[in-house]
């Protein structure tokens, strides 16, 4: 599998989302969403791994468990694609275990799934309710039973065949229970509570330990059993206990920063790491340095089976698992997450799509083939911005000070450097041959403006004048006018990129953009109005702000694809929709935060707010044909039609897209 991953450092890049199309479920071709068929519209795929939170190898090392907010998907552990996808509540926490070759996910509702490879099946082991839900759970190793912590102080063990039960443990003194395992013959379950004591199969069997056992380790034979303990200032202590003989055979101390989590046993050799790129055989004093990309901090890491595989979540719930090989330490492959999805769009089986995670702010572009993810790696980028023909990105350093900037062929993923820029004012003309570049100006002060041909990196024309900072960039569908706001001199200037000089100089702006058919543009003032192309005068205005919100479509305005119907959301949340032939303003109805799309045929006006409702209009008579109603497991951010007109696309702030057709 071939390695291809960009990293982008500010939240404020937009990346267009390519995903490959859904089939109908009969095999045959999807309809086209219609007035006359859109009441049939329903949910059809989702789309995307959300925001990771845990995966687990099998024993055998052959499957990888992943948990999402887009539910638990089974994954080829060699090529990382998915074989089982299973539809779990968005906003239930998702923990997996093997038990044999089993799986068990529990989730923070109080129930446990157990699936079953052999008949690729869920059901359901336990359900019980609890008022802290699902507290932790551990099944035997060869999956026959299940210790379930059903409170803070007691143990249950569950028959994973039948799903009966019996009380096995209830610590004494109203101790806690801080850490349970089962020996690797399924016949000792060893507990530690927080008054520091260490039981086996609920009798005490140690009962002054230094700290509280965070995490045990079993060896593979059940001959040691080590216990990582509560660590302190000076260290992680680990003692290592003998079952036969049921005393301490060995104490120690593992560095200060090593988590329970980042240890463990494999193939006679007890691993563990303290959270940066290398592993450490706690015995044999051996260090696996991880190669490139090399991890900052690891939230939680697994290891196969069979000793030959490491998966390993980068910390800050990033989204990211990373898969090495655990003897060479080389990357075998990236699992990435998508939180949130930006922007959306359609075209054939390739799929481009944006993340960001909730901390770093890292967004992520990754580059899907026929249904594989598959990445490069480049050099550390700013801010990106993908042509329209999505077959380019033009990729730059940082938003601050003067930089380098390149463009990435996508098709060829080469790369091609055109000198400096400074700002994030770049921009592509309609048909991706184009790019607007801010240059910096000589001595600093503002910036140059140039067109720059993306395939030879030449300039084709330097633009009349200066500007302060370059923002809000925008070009004509023909591509013979770009405009751009100043950010700091508060006007908006028109230019003709075929004499490079400047045809208007207009008040503070925030362009809104052109129509479709280049007759209009929609400009934002004191308020919004609507100005001709033709002579740059306003034809009307609406006496209203329109409101513009920071994702990437959620309120912003948008033109019908024939440019005859101008959309848009008022700052009193109203949703209005102007005529151009006509002149006149229609209003929708109450519009809280909406998102908007039109059809490709442009027969459909599809609408949703950040509660998750879906609606779409009629276009020629505005009514109401179909509504989907919000949902409690996902916040719409963005929202698009393919190109067809076959399937409507929308991403979430929790990570995944969600895929609707008629059915």
């Given amino acids: 599998m071939r390695n291809r991953h960009i990293w982008l450092t500010l939240p404020l890049v937009l990346l267009l989302v390519l995903l490959p199309p859904v089939a109908a479920q009969d095999g045959g071709s999807q309809a086209v969403i219609t007035p006359e068929n859109v009441a049939q519209l329903t949910q059809i795929a989702v789309l995307g791994y959300g925001e990771i939170s845990e995966m687990a190898y099998s024993p055998d090392g052959t499957l990888l468990a992943v948990s999402s907010t887009t539910g638990v998907r089974i994954l080829d552990s060699t090529t990382l694609v998915a074989r089982y996808h299973f539809d779990l509540p968005a906003d239930s926490e998702k923990h997996l275990r093997w038990g044999g070759s089993q799986l068990f996910i529990g989730t923070s509702t109080g129930t446990i799934f157990v699936w079953q490879p052999n008949a690729a099946t869920l059901a359901t082991v336990v359900d019980y309710s609890t008022s802290g839900g699902l507290m932790d759970f551990a099944p035997a190793a060869d999956g026959s039973k299940l210790a379930v912590k059903v ?166 719930k990033s989204g990211l698992i990373k898969v090495y090989n655990l003897t060479t330490g080389a990357l075998l492959g990236i699992i990435g997450g998508m939180r949130p999805i930006e922007t959306v769009m359609w075209q054939g089986d390739q799929a481009i799509y944006g993340h960001l995670s909730p901390l770093y702010l890292w967004p992520e572009m990754v580059v899907w083939e026929a249904g594989h993810e598959t990445y490069t790696s480049f050099t550390e980028t700013g801010y990106a911005v993908l042509s329209p023909t999505l077959e380019k990105v033009a990729l730059i350093g940082s938003t601050t000070g003067v930089t380098p900037i390149r463009i990435l062929d996508l098709t060829t993923y080469t790369e091609l450097e055109i000198g400096s820029t400074v700002g994030y004012g770049i921009a592509w003309s309609a048909d991706g041959r184009w790019l607007f570049v801010p240059r910096p100006l000589e001595g600093g002060g503002g910036e140059t403006l140039e067109i720059v041909d993306a395939t030879n990196g030449q300039t084709v024309k330097a633009l009349t004048g200066t500007i302060s900072r370059a923002t809000n960039v925008i070009w004509s569908p023909d591509g013979t006018r770009v405009a751009a706001a100043d950010v700091y001199e508060l006007n908006t200037i028109i230019w003709d990129t075929t004499t490079g000089e400047v045809v208007a100089d207009l008040p503070a702006a925030l362009l809104m953009g052109w129509s479709l058919d280049g007759q209009y543009m929609a400009i934002q003032q004191a308020t919004l109005a609507i100005w001709s192309v033709a002579n740059l005068e306003p034809v009307t205005d609406f006496g209203v702000s329109a409101k513009s919100v920071g994702k990437p479509l959620l309120a912003r305005p948008v033109w019908s694809p024939d440019g005859l119907l101008f959309a848009f959301v008022t700052t009193e949340n109203e949703l209005l929709v102007w005529d151009s032939g006509t002149g006149a303003v229609s209003s929708l109805g109450g519009a809280q935060d909406f998102g908007l799309a039109w059809s490709p045929d442009g027969r459909l006006l599809a609408g949703f707010d950040s509660l998750g409702a879906l609606t779409l209009w009629d276009r020629s008579s505005g009514t109401v044909l179909h509504s989907i109603p919000e949902s409690d497991d996902y916040s719409f951010t963005t929202l698009t039609f393919s190109s067809d007109g076959t399937l409507l696309a929308a991403g979430t702030m929790e990570g995944g897209v969600l895929v609707f057709g008629v059915q």
Wanted: no cysteine; charged share 15%.
């Fill in 151 to 316: 409170d803070l102080f007691s143990i249950a063990v569950y028959d994973a065949r039948s799903a009966g039960s019996s009380p096995f443990f209830t610590a004494p003194n109203s101790a806690h229970i801080s850490a349970f395992a089962w020996s690797p013959d399924s016949s000792v379950l060893a507990i530690g509570t927080d008054d520091e004591m260490l039981y086996l199969n609920g009798e005490p069997v140690v009962t002054e330990l230094a700290r509280p056992v965070e995490k045990f380790l079993w060896s593979p034979d059940g001959t040691q059993l080590a216990a990582i303990l509560a660590p302190q200032r000076s260290g992680t202590p680990i003692i290592f206990f003998d079952p036969a003989t049921q005393t301490i055979a060995h104490e120690d101390s593992l560095p200060r920063r090593t988590p329970a989590n980042l240890a463990g046993w494999v193939n006679g050799k007890l691993l563990y790491s303290d959270g940066s790129n290398t592993i450490t055989d706690y015995f044999s004093g051996d260090v696996i340095t991880l190669s490139e990309p090399a991890l900052t901090a690891f939230d939680q890491m697994t290891y196969s089976a069979d000793g030959t595989g490491i998966a390993a979540l980068e910390g800050a």
